[in-house]
């Protein structure tokens, strides 16, 4: 358990310190048209970390826009 508890530390710093996309945004705010999102929740945290809460990806090419936008209907 320990080894775990670390590596979901490490992940949290990883995407922690990353460039971040708020809602509302402009479509031109995401540069990429494939990947996987990172969703955190405002207000959660862990440790010194806001917490991680949705790891995704799309259905089909060029359709992370869209998905991104499912979340927020």
Known sequence: ?????KEY????DFFNSLTRVTYPYKDS????T???YIMF???????RYDRITRIGTHRGANQLQGRLNE???
């Not at 358990?1 to 508890?5: C, H, P, S, V």
């Not at 705010?29 to 990429?32: E, H, K, L, M, R």
């Not at 929740?41 to 440790?47: F, K, L, N």
């Open 9 to 12: 530390l490490l992940l949290h």
């Open 41 to 47: 929740e405002a207000g959660e945290t862990v440790q």
């Open 34 to 36: 494939n990947g996987i």
């Open 71 to 73: 979340h927020f209907k």
């Open 29 to 32: 705010a995401i540069d990429y």
């Open 1 to 5: 358990m320990q080894l775990m508890a």
